[in-house]
């Protein structure tokens, strides 16, 4: 008894507790919230009528007094369109608020909330116009990213909101310049309009505001020149993806504490200005794909929190700089596709920052010496030389130790030799790629035992022999792991895909799990182990000589999604049980000598004819008529000349070859005379 009123009495303290946690929802703020539910063209999960208290919905959070002070309701799926028909209260509450009457219009009463701090509806589905009308006196965060709004960008947001201090617009369809109007957002901390349709110039006035630290205007079509005269606060300016031209103006004194800068992807040349080279404050400088020209000379003893260099794809001249190792913070350096020449250089031996060295399409020589070099940056986890050196020999006995390398990419080289032994000792690599070199020899076992191993690309050389069965343990394929993929990291970019999710790319594509032996002279069979393989998600084994079977045990390569073991000579049939691989989206075994039925259902149903091409054995229901098929077997068959049982026992050999010979035993006498002819006549 004493146990029940002790309970009873815990239960009302605790909902008194939770009514104080959670108040009554204000009046006025709820019809508004109801109305705005109401209107949706989608539900608004977490959101119920039954509940009348607002405060206690999803995303909605209430002050004391039950006003709502915030809404957030990212990546809810909402549907609708901002509409400003009803702008006052009183004039809702006069209509009747079924879901008909707005059908896919949000009246803008939730812009006039009067406590609203807080506002996220970014990632959902909201279209039109953007309301004219603002009136959030006390709003700080206005997020609307990553939704179809279009036209003008509110001009209205600063005039009854100067208090905002975060304003992301980005990922929508806004466009025109920058209104006058943002000026009065004199608390503003950090704008985005990333990936819109922003034209016009960056207005001056942007850089002065006193809190502004970060200004994030990528992917538009803002032009002009840059310019700014009186110090600026901003830490984090980016206005890559633009076409803005000329020369990148010699301020960089005007902006003591910007970390992060860049402008990738615009139309800018010249010299890089004297202030930036010497700035002590910038720590990515991210300006590729321009036409900058010129020596590369950094003064290192000014840029001590430089820590990402990224010039590729300008026009830069020279050897690569030997100071940059004493850029003290610097880990990341990307100079590919410019004009550079000579050798790495000596000094780089002391680089025990570096991590990423990135030198594509430049014309480098003497890899054997530079690879002795770079054996020495105790960091290096990534090491890209696509294209950089051409026509040397790969560098096979030699001790280069790389204990930390992660990522080795040194394709399009005309590399020659043999793979070398010393890559028996990079125990943290994950992805190698040797492709498109002159390598030959064989392809040496111990590359199976990687232990880190996940990505290994050897196409388009000259390697011959069986595939080395140690291949089928490589160790971190054996197991799933959804996670595992390489990527080469430092993300710079942000873009909507064609479907309106958004894209974060990095400096190359992701890299799944890949085995890709393609375009060499393999012979021998596909070893059934590697069905074990079961992380593997890309298998290349075309255009070489392969003979045997397909492995039935290729069921079991759950996460594959592309299978290419065309243009090799294997015979036999397809698995049925492929078509359990319900992610397989590219499969090709086109010119083999495959025979029989070509499975179906599945993915299956989905490829076509070109997947199967070249094997003239081979019938199915969408691809080639199986009566094509009984002709080549029949005039295979001819050639066993008129002894029937001597062909019976050879068609029985494979699955469904009972029911080619029954076809055969009632059709071949038929045409034998004429299958004759054809043939000596
Ligand atoms: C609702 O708004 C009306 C008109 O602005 C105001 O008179 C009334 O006091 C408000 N009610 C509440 C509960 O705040
Ligand atoms: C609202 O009603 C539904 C059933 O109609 C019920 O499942 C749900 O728990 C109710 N929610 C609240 C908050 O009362
Ligand atoms: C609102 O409209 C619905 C259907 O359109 C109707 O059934 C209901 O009676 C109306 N309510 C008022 C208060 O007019
Ligand atoms: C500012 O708020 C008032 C009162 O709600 C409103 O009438 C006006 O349209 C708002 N101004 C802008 C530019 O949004
Ligand atoms: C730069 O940052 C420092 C501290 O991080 C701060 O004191 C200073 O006001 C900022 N602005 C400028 C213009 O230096
Ligand atoms: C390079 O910049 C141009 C615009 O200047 C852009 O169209 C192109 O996509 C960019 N290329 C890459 C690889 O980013
Ligand atoms: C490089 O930077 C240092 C330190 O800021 C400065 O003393 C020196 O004059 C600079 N050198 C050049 C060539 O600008
Ligand atoms: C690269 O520079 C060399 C001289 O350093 C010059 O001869 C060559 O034409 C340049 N190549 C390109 C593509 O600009
Ligand atoms: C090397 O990398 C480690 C781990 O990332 C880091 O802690 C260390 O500071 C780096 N060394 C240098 C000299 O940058
Ligand atoms: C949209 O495309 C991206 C990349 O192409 C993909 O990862 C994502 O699953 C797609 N989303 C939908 C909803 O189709
Ligand atoms: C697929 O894997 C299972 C479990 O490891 C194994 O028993 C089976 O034999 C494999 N299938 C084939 C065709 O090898
Ligand atoms: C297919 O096999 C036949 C005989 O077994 C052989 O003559 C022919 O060259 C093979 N075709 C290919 C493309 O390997």
Not at 210 to 222: A, E, G
Not at 373 to 401: A, G, K, W
Request: with cysteine.
């Amino acid at each position: 008894m004493k146990v029940l009123v002790l309970c009873m009495i815990v239960v009302l303290l605790w909902s008194s507790v939770k009514a104080q946690l959670n108040p009554t929802c204000n009046s006025n703020d709820s019809i508004v919230l109801k109305s705005f539910m109401n209107v949706m063209d989608s539900a608004i999960d977490g959101w119920t009528t039954n509940s009348s208290n607002c405060c206690d919905w999803d995303g909605v959070t209430c002050n004391l007094d039950g006003r709502v002070v915030k809404l957030e309701l990212s990546k809810k799926r909402l549907v609708g369109t901002l509409v400003e028909s009803l702008s006052s209260l009183d004039q809702l509450k006069t209509l009747n608020l079924s879901r008909n009457l707005f059908r896919g219009k949000v009246p803008v009463l939730i812009f006039h909330l009067k406590y609203l701090e807080v506002l996220d509806l970014s990632s959902n589905e909201f279209l039109g116009g953007f309301p004219d009308s603002v009136d959030l006196p006390r709003i700080e965060v206005l997020d609307v990213s990553d939704n179809n709004f279009v036209g003008p960008i509110a001009p209205g947001l600063c005039v009854n909101s100067s208090g905002v201090r975060v304003l992301q617009l980005g990922v929508n369809y806004f466009s025109g310049e920058i209104p006058p109007e943002f000026e009065k957002c004199g608390l503003l901390e950090h704008l985005s309009l990333d990936a819109n349709l922003v034209s016009g110039i960056i207005p001056e006035y942007l850089f002065r505001l006193p809190k502004l630290v970060k200004l994030s205007l990528q992917d538009n079509l803002i032009v002009g020149q840059l310019q700014n005269s009186i110090p600026s606060n901003l830490v984090y300016l980016d206005v890559s993806l633009n076409l803005i031209s000329g020369d990148l103006p010699d301020f960089f004194h005007t902006f003591p504490n910007l970390s992060y800068f860049a402008a990738h992807s615009n139309n800018l040349g010249g010299r890089i200005p004297v202030s930036l080279l010497n700035s002590g404050s910038i720590s990515s400088l991210i300006l590729r794909n321009n036409s900058f020209s010129g020596l590369i000379d950094l003064n290192c003893s000014a840029m001590v929190n430089l820590e990402l260099l990224d010039l590729t794809d300008n026009k830069f001249i020279g050897t690569i700089p030997d100071n940059l190792p004493t850029c003290q913070s610097l880990k990341v350096i990307d100079l590919g596709g410019n004009n550079l020449t000579g050798q790495i250089p000596e000094s780089f031996k002391l680089f025990a920052s570096l991590a990423y060295l990135s030198l594509s399409m430049c014309n480098l020589k003497n890899l054997s010496g530079s690879l002795e070099i770079l054996q020495h940056c105790s960091n290096l986890t990534t090491l890209v030389l696509s294209r950089s050196f051409d026509n040397e020999e790969m560098p096979y006995d030699s001790n280069l130790q790389f204990k930390m390398l992660k990522t080795f990419v040194i394709p399009f080289c005309k590399l020659t030799g043999m793979i070398p032994v010393w890559l028996n000792g990079l125990t943290k690599l994950r992805m190698l790629d040797l492709s498109w070199n002159q390598l030959s020899g064989h392809i040496p076992p111990f590359l199976g035992n990687l232990p880190s191993l996940i990505y290994l690309d050897l196409s388009n050389n000259f390697l011959k022999g069986v595939i080395p069965k140690s291949l089928t343990e490589i160790p971190e394929l054996l197991y799933h792991n959804v996670s595992l993929e390489v990527s080469l990291e430092y993300a710079i970019s942000m873009k909507r895909s064609t479907n309106g999710t958004v894209l974060r790319y990095s400096y190359g594509v992701r890299f799944p799990p890949t085995l890709d032996l393609s375009d060499n002279f393999l012979t021998g069979p596909i070893w059934p182990e590697f069905g074990n393989l079961i992380n593997l998600h890309v298998l290349n084994l075309k255009y070489n000589e392969l003979s045997g079977n397909i492995p039935s045990s290729f069921e079991n390569l759950t996460c594959i999604e592309n299978m290419d073991l065309s243009h090799n000579d294997l015979s036999g049939e397809i698995p049925p049980s492929l078509v359990k691989l319900g992610m397989l989206s590219k499969f090709s075994v086109a010119y083999n000598n495959l025979t029989g039925l070509i499975p179906s259902g599945g993915q299956f149903s989905t490829f076509s004819a070109s997947s199967f091409e070249g094997n003239p054995g081979l019938c199915g229901e969408f691809v080639l008529s199986c009566e094509k098929v009984h002709q080549s077997l029949k005039a295979r068959v001819s050639e066993f000349e008129e002894d029937l049982m001597v062909s019976f026992p050879i068609w029985t050999g494979f699955g469904i070859g009972f029911l080619f010979s029954v076809v055969l035993l009632l059709v071949v006498p038929r045409i034998r005379g004429t299958e004759k002819l054809d043939k000596f006549e």
